[in-house]
């Protein structure tokens, strides 16, 4: 099919459904652009992609922080130069307040890749009601034809004018669902980025081996007398 035949078509949907499909079409057309660019914000941002950082997390719990800072250079995720950031401030003299600088990057940087959401929920909720608002449109057009046909009714008519009202429902539905089932994918990806950075922030500022050191320090000390 040609573009123009595309075209065509898409202005006979618009001359059946009036101005609902034509708004349905609009927001289609939002939605599409919103995802496209969500999935390339996503890919620049390397999310999912953080095979490196575990392996240099697991290799800070080992002491190994030259380890960790070149698994941490190899990285392609967001969360890599925050990890690297910590890696230099993480032996700060005040490392509670650098810790909750460091949560505040980390939330700025996954408020970034939320960017979009709230919009894509609203179309995903506002497209099925505003198809169902032109169904009904469009059966009170049917009747009110029907009724001035009085006794001479063609129930061709009363059918084209039934299955153009459905069709606005048919197009919200279009719009809504897959709107709805990518923006769960991107809420599922963006909850995974934010247990990982989660996860890298109480590593760092919480090592395995102060905490060792610390049960060592607790288990050796002598008790005090009971009497």
Known sequence: ????????????????????????????????????????????????????????????????????????????????????????????????????????????????????????????QIAPLLGLFGTVLGMIDAFQALQSAGDSVDPSILAGGIWVALMTTAAGLAVAMPTSLVLTWFESRTEAERAMADGLIRRAFCPVESTTNADQAFVAAPLPNAG
């Open 1 to 124: 099919m040609t573009l123009e035949g595309a075209l065509s078509n898409l202005g006979g949907l618009v001359d059946l459904g009036g101005p609902v499909v034509a708004l349905l079409l609009a927001m289609s057309l939002i939605s599409l652009a919103v995802i496209l660019y969500k999935i390339g914000q996503f890919l620049k941002a390397g999310v999912g992609r953080h095979t490196r950082l575990r392996a240099a997390s697991v290799a800070l719990d080992r002491g190994d922080r030259a380890e960790a800072r070149r698994l941490t250079a190899q990285s392609r995720s967001h969360l890599a130069p925050l990890f690297d950031h910590m890696l230099d401030r993480m032996n700060a003299a005040d490392p509670e307040t650098y810790q909750a600088r460091v949560e505040v990057e980390a939330a700025e940087r996954l408020d970034a890749l939320e960017r979009g959401f709230r919009l894509l929920d609203s179309i995903a």
